[in-house]
């Protein structure tokens, strides 16, 4: 099984930047897709950014395009979130998850929905004050 644990949230007032890191347990790191994903009270988690197993290709949602910025580091079993220009919209948990390659997928593949990803993390929480 594959662990993750994400890191870096907390408060931010608006304009401002933070950056969420989630590490990754095991041997496999640059054999799986990434994605951040959020989720708010009541809601269902949507993504909001994705970055494939190559590392070449990248989704970001319509409401953080421009702003936000997702990047992997394989040496380091890492993969980032960069979160700048931030609004008080954009408050939720914020979860890590990894999409194992599949056979009949390209490596340059980004998944976004959330039953293409098997593993999670626990979250970390992003509050943006006004």
């Known amino acids: 099984q594959v662990q993750l644990v994400e890191s870096g949230g907390g408060l931010v007032q608006a304009g401002g930047s933070l950056r969420l890191s989630c590490a990754a347990s095991g041997r496999t790191f640059s054999s799986y897709a990434m994605g951040w994903f959020r989720q708010a009270p009541g809601k269902e988690r949507d993504v909001v950014a994705a970055i494939s197993l190559s590392g070449r290709n990248t989704y970001y949602a319509e409401s953080v395009k421009g702003r936000f910025t997702i990047s992997r580091d394989n040496a380091k079993n890492t993969v980032y979130l960069q979160m700048n220009s931030l609004r008080p919209e954009d408050t939720s948990v914020y979860y890590c998850?990894?999409?194992?390659?599949?056979?009949?997928?390209?490596?340059?593949?980004?998944?976004?929905?959330?039953?293409?990803?098997?593993?999670w993390g626990q979250g970390t929480q992003v509050t943006v004050s006004s």
């Open positions: 998850a990894a999409a194992p390659k599949r056979l009949s997928l390209s490596s340059h593949y980004t998944p976004l929905s959330q039953n293409e990803y098997d593993y």
